[in-house]
């Protein structure tokens, strides 16, 4: 199953990865901060920025939507992810 999620890494040009399932996007540090200042919002409000945010194109919108249709709890995944950006 794919999964969504943030992940930290030393060096590069970009520091924070979103991996959808067993790739990868590189994430700027403002859009980052944006993500913060939303993730103390409602769960479902979060995921429609994170797509928005993070799905730069159809693909990853559709990609990003497929995994999150096929979580067993999308809110529980929010929460996840909320926390996640929050550690960032």
């Known amino acids: 199953m ?17 991996y959808i399932g067993e790739f990868y996007i590189p994430v700027e ?6 993500l913060k200042k939303q993730a103390n919002g409602s769960p479902k409000e979060f995921l429609n ?4 945010k993070l799905g ?3 693909y990853l ?7 999150l249709s096929s979580s067993k709890d999308p809110v529980a995944q929010a929460k996840s992810l909320m926390a996640e950006v929050q550690s960032l």
């Open 56 to 58: 730069c194109n159809s």
């Open 29 to 34: 540090e403002a859009l980052i901060k944006d």
């Open 49 to 52: 920025i994170l797509q928005e």
């Open 2 to 18: 794919k999964e969504l999620h943030f992940k930290k890494i030393q060096g590069g040009n970009y520091q924070i990865l979103f």
């Open 61 to 67: 919108k559709s990609t990003i939507q497929e995994v």
